[in-house]
Nanobody, 125 residues
Framework: VQLQASGGGSVQAGGSLRLSCAASGRTLSSYTMGWFRQAPGKEREFVAA????????RYADSVKGRFTISRDNDKNTVYLLMSSLKPEDTAVYYCAADFKGRFTPGTTRISYNSWGQGTLVTVSS
């Protein structure tokens, strides 16, 4: 499966952005999906994940209450709505697919098999 992340851009602190992750080659409906991010000079870190049905979501503590992950299996797309953005949210955001379709989404990189190319989010103060 090929994953294409989009929707990144520059925004002021307090603003919102919605990232999209579109898939081609396979349907995403049976996969657990995740979003990770990597800031300059830092390790890639978990942001949010959603299981195949959309019934279970998980969030990093740093984004809980501000970010919302969702999916539209008919459109083969996963979304990350980011609100109340902070400068520390600045990073390249990556979407990833877990082919095992874990009922409870994983929060580590090793849980995911396929990665998109990333989209840059820049939050200015």
């Amino acid at each position: 499966v090929q994953l294409q992340a989009s929707g990144g851009g520059s925004v002021q602190a307090g603003g919102s952005l919605r990232l999209s992750c579109a898939a081609s080659g396979r349907t995403l409906s049976s996969y657990t999906m995740g979003w990770f991010r990597q800031a300059p000079g830092k390790e890639r870190e978990f942001v949010a994940a959603i299981n195949w049905s959309g019934g279970i979501t998980r969030y990093a503590d740093s984004v809980k209450g501000r970010f919302t992950i969702s999916r539209d299996n008919d459109k083969n797309t996963v979304y990350l709505l980011m609100s109340s953005l902070k400068p520390e949210d600045t990073a390249v955001y990556y979407c990833a697919a877990d082919f095992k379709g874990r009922f409870t989404p994983g929060t580590t990189r090793i849980s995911y098999n396929s990665w998109g190319q990333g989209t840059l989010v820049t939050v200015s103060s």
